[in-house]
């Protein structure tokens, strides 16, 4: 009973991305150089269509016009839903992939956040040497 | 909305008592004699509103804390003939509430270890709301129509 599946990396990253809020970095930063930019989802059910398919507010994502094309696939064949299987995989593969992208902006985050971890550190390396250097060479004077 | 009428049993409005309290002392004597009690026993409840006219006030003695091995005339409901009924018997019969029950513990007692255990078992529910045992590494999910951009992972060339 409350089985729980752990699922985690092996190792304790020494920055941990909030998980409650945006990522702190703009989406296209590190983008520009290439000559790049990421591609803008695209809301395909409008507002209007989710309000009048009474979708559910925890389904009203991106996935949302597939949730509507199977529901209405399972009104068709009720109460035999096993019929509309194809559509109900297309909406789990849907929600899938849209997971696949808060996972990628998870690690996104992490090695965003360890990149300016470690310039930070390089930085106050370079500092301290700078400093010693200069305090030797007044000594010497 | 619910309307409900309630039956209080069988009621007579012959029976009914006087909204007028007795004032004068015979008024006060007469109204004990039909209620079958002595002048010195006879009391009513306070006429501000919620009192029950000339009907009289008596000490609740409830069925079950009545002595069960005594010779009553009615043993069923526990009681003598001519006994005055209190006002709200019906609710101390030996079936429902027993208002002369003795507690080991008193009553506030009763309500701080209820609302005690409550209060700990719900401090337990929010912390374990707080700690996550199972921390998924993703970020929220997108929402969409909530004024921000979102972005997938797939990259055009820059226009």
Same mark, same amino acid.
């Given at each position: ?6 699922? !985690? /990396?092996?190792?304790? #990253?020494?920055?941990? %991305? ?11 930063? !590190? ?24 979708? @559910? ?85 | 909305?619910?309307?409900t009428v309630r039956h209080g049993g069988h009621w007579n409005a012959d029976w009914m008592p006087s909204l007028k309290? %007795? ?13 079958? /009690?002595? @002048? ?10 919620? !009192? ?19 010779? =009553? ?39 701080? #270890? ?11 529910? =929010? ?12 970020? @929220? ?15 055009? @060339?820059?226009?």
């Amino acid at each position: 009973m409350g089985q729980v599946h752990a699922v !985690g /990396l092996n190792y304790e #990253s020494p920055v941990k %991305p909030k998980t409650n809020q945006d990522p702190t970095f703009p989406a296209n930063y !590190g983008f520009e150089e290439r000559g790049e930019t990421r591609r803008e989802r695209v809301m395909i059910a409008t507002k209007d269509e989710m309000i009048a398919a009474k979708v @559910p507010y925890k389904y009203r994502d991106f996935c949302a016009h597939k949730y509507i094309q199977f529901k209405a696939c399972a009104r068709s064949v009720y109460p035999i839903v096993i019929k509309c299987e194809h559509e109900r995989h297309e909406w789990e593969e849907c929600m899938f992939e849209d997971q696949t992208i808060s996972r990628k902006e998870f690690e996104r985050e992490q090695r965003l956040l360890l990149r300016k971890q470690r310039k930070e550190r390089i930085a106050a390396l370079k500092e301290e040497r700078q400093k010693a250097f200069e305090d030797t060479a007044e000594a010497e004077h | 909305m619910l309307q409900t009428v309630r039956h209080g049993g069988h009621w007579n409005a012959d029976w009914m008592p006087s909204l007028k309290l %007795p004032k004068t002392e015979e008024e006060k004597k007469a109204a004990a004699k039909k209620y079958g /009690l002595i @002048p010195a026993d006879y009391k009513t409840y306070p006429d501000d509103g919620t !009192g029950y006219g000339d009907y009289p006030k008596i000490d609740i003695v409830s069925g079950e804390s009545r002595d069960p091995h005594a010779l =009553w005339d009615m043993p069923e409901l526990k009681r003598n003939f001519g006994e005055p009924f209190h006002v709200e018997a019906d609710l101390y019969t030996e079936d429902r509430v027993d208002y002369n029950r003795k507690y080991q513990f008193s009553k506030a007692w009763h309500h701080y #270890s209820f609302f005690g255990v409550v209060a700990f078992l719900a401090v337990l529910f =929010w912390t374990g709301e707080q700690v996550k045992i199972v921390d998924v590494q993703q970020m @929220p999910r997108h929402v969409p129509y909530d004024g921000k951009k979102h972005y997938s992972f797939e990259t055009q @060339p820059l226009d």
